[in-house]
């Protein structure tokens, strides 16, 4: 059984997802809200910031499944990040969005900037099943997503996040055989910049 979380200042249990560890060698860390730990950044920047919690909501993709997503808003230096993600077992995964604002800003009109983001995202199919098939392929020759760790495989190859599934490297590899001679293009983009 895990213990759970308490923020250090409100004293609330917090989500994993929640909880930021702040601190310093030199001050020690601890374990806060994002509320608390935005509060305690705006405090130390001068900054006039008011947190904002965001209930959940659900989106349908383009194939009509319903994606649940929560939200999450953490200042980072000059600007504030305004996260939307679903939860699988507990944990960020699936479908992760990010934007970036100012600090200072109206955050309901990033949030309408973010959702807007998340609706053209969902309209958009990367992969499908073959003709025949139950193995998936890349549709219409355009692949995005997300690069993440790989509980399996230790760090050595990655795991991509496509359309909100989970895609081993090994079976990416796979899809990319079928286009054997053929040209890309690998681009990489900060997790805040639209793709």
Not at 53 to 72: L, N, S, W
Request: with cysteine.
């Amino acid at each position: 059984m895990t213990t759970p979380l308490v923020c250090h200042t409100c004293r609330e249990s917090i989500a994993g997802y929640e909880s930021v560890h702040y601190g310093s060698l030199e001050t020690g860390y601890r374990d806060l809200c994002s509320r608390c730990f935005n509060e305690e950044v705006a405090r130390l920047g001068g900054l006039k910031f008011e947190h904002v919690q965001f209930e959940p909501i659900e989106m349908r993709d383009a194939a009509g499944e319903p994606h649940r997503f929560h939200f999450c808003a953490r200042l980072i230096g000059e600007h504030v990040a305004l996260e939307g993600f679903e939860l699988k077992d507990g944990a960020p995964g699936g479908y992760k969005f990010e934007i970036l604002g100012d600090p200072e800003g109206d955050l309901f009109a990033l949030m309408a900037q973010l959702i807007e983001r998340m609706r053209r995202a969902l309209t958009q199919r990367h992969l499908e099943r073959g003709e025949g098939s139950a193995r998936l392929q890349i549709a219409e020759f355009l692949v995005r997503g997300r690069i993440e760790w790989d509980e399996n495989e230790d760090g050595r190859l990655p795991l991509l996040v496509i359309d909100g599934r989970e895609v081993p490297w090994e079976e990416f590899g796979r899809m990319l055989m079928s286009y054997e001679g053929w040209q890309f293009k690998l681009e990489i983009k900060d997790p805040s910049a639209e793709v």
